[in-house]
């Protein structure tokens, strides 16, 4: 319940503030390059610690990291919510991310601490009914505070809501929450996680501001690619001469384990870009207001409540299988949304929609969960948390490019206003969605191919 508290806090956030960002933008004049760092300023500092702070989880006790993530985090949304104008507001939310980045890593490694076998799979699968819930009582809750705070305070009440969630979480965290072992504490490999930091924020910036910048942030890839490649080297011989590395290379070893992580760095932009850019297609093409956008993508997040239990429980029977059929279930309904779209009448528009987005949630429940539990199956508990960390870079570093591609994707197939042109634009943002989808089945073939392979052996 604490683990499941502490997500839901930070999920929620992440969904009301795509609710929020019209209000926001009216309220504080912020423009289209501010509202998006209101949002991947966030996902950026998110993605910059999780490694770092699975380590020091692994290393110095989950239980306590998991509590200085909280309060971290309660300090930081009461700041974002107080912030007077839209610089201080994506500063706030820098912040944020950075707390929320210490907090998931432990929840991972507190779920491999505190279970085994086909239990880690359902306990993951509650997990996943969380992220689930959260995601589709986000926008209704962030519609609902800023109908009724009004264009002023409604949106700073988005930000206040996690106090209360937060404190209430930290309370029960310190009486609940079992220790962690931390005899075998290891030399902190600060040179690796400066290098591994700086080349996540070449890859996350880049995504982040190619709308504004255009394809010139691609050359941020360079330095990236430098960076890892230095850092790859320097945990290689770390792990070969076992001098405490960041991250211990042997992880990789685990086909299950490689296979998992390069699914979350796949998939997890065509989870995330869709969502954003539907918000847009509401409220901007159909003249929605905040409240009755939540409610048209309420049905995806609904889809993948129903899914992500049941994808727990029968993970380990059914493995990687389960994820391709959920990948391409997602498709499926992406494709039906971009069609009905284009034909849907605008007073019936959020009705036709809700089939193709229950459609995607099932398939999103049936992967998100499933690669999460298969990814972390058969990973030493002792370096869950890392393990964790490095499962959560990757989403991350996946939910930035997706916010950018899909969104500039969006931006440069809009032409005009009205629902014609906004259903163009959405249809144009499903394919590049597809083209990460199809990437997400193409890895899992591959790796049931390698499992068939080996079992006759």
Not at 20 to 32: C, E, K, N, W
Not at 76 to 103: F, H, K, M, Y
Not at 193 to 220: H, I, K, N
């Amino acid at each position: 319940m604490v683990c499941c508290g502490a997500l839901f806090m930070t999920l929620l956030d992440v969904s009301v503030t795509n609710v929020a960002l019209p209000s926001i933008a009216d309220a504080t004049g912020a423009g289209p390059s501010e509202l998006q760092w209101v949002v991947s300023g966030y996902t950026l500092a998110f993605g910059l610690v999780p490694v770092l702070a699975g380590r020091l989880g692994d290393d110095h006790g989950r239980r306590l990291m998991f509590q200085v993530g909280i309060g971290s985090f309660v300090v930081t949304s009461a700041l974002s919510g107080l912030a007077p104008d839209a610089r201080i507001l994506i500063t706030a939310r820098v912040l944020q991310g950075i707390a929320g980045g210490l907090i998931n890593p432990q929840v991972s490694g507190l779920v491999q601490q505190m279970f085994a076998g086909p239990e880690r799979g359902r306990a993951f699968g509650v997990l996943g009914t969380n992220v689930g819930v959260a995601t589709a009582l986000g926008p209704l809750v962030g519609g609902a505070l800023i109908a009724l705070g009004g264009p002023e305070l409604g949106w700073r009440l988005v930000f206040f809501v996690n106090v209360p969630v937060g404190l209430l979480v930290m309370a029960m965290a310190h009486r609940l929450l079992p220790r962690t072992d931390t005899a075998m504490r290891h030399r902190l490999d600060v040179i690796g996680a400066l290098t591994l930091g700086a080349a996540t924020f070449c890859v996350l910036f880049g995504a982040v501001e190619l709308d504004a910048l255009g394809p010139v942030t691609l050359v941020l890839l360079v330095p990236a690619v430098v960076l890892l490649l230095t850092f790859l080297r320097r945990e290689r011989r770390l792990t070969r001469e076992r001098k405490d590395p960041l991250v211990d290379l042997r992880l990789f070893r685990q086909p299950s384990y490689t296979a998992g992580v390069v699914v979350a760095l796949l998939y997890f932009p065509a989870q995330s870009g869709l969502p954003l850019v539907m918000a847009l297609y509401f409220q901007r093409g159909l003249g929605y207001s905040a409240l009755q956008s939540a409610l048209g993508v309420t049905a995806f997040a609904i889809g993948s409540a129903v899914a992500a239990p049941t994808a727990g429980r029968f993970i380990t029977r059914i493995g990687r299988p389960l994820i391709v059929a959920a990948a391409v279930t997602f498709a499926v309904g992406a494709i039906a949304l971009a069609l009905v779209a284009h034909t849907a009448p605008t007073s019936h528009a959020t009705l036709l929609l809700a089939g193709p987005l229950f459609v995607m949630g099932i398939g999103n429940g049936g992967i998100i969960t499933p690669n999460q539990a298969l990814t972390l199956m058969e990973v030493d508990p002792v370096v869950g948390s890392t393990a964790g960390g490095v499962l959560q870079t990757a989403q991350r570093i996946g939910l930035a490019v997706g916010q950018a591609v899909i969104g500039a994707t969006f931006f440069g197939y809009l032409h005009g206003s009205g629902p014609d042109a906004y259903a163009g634009a959405l249809g144009a943002a499903v394919v590049a969605a597809l083209l990460f989808v199809a990437a997400t089945i193409a890895v899992g073939v591959v790796d049931l191919r390698r499992q068939r392979v080996r079992s006759p052996a």
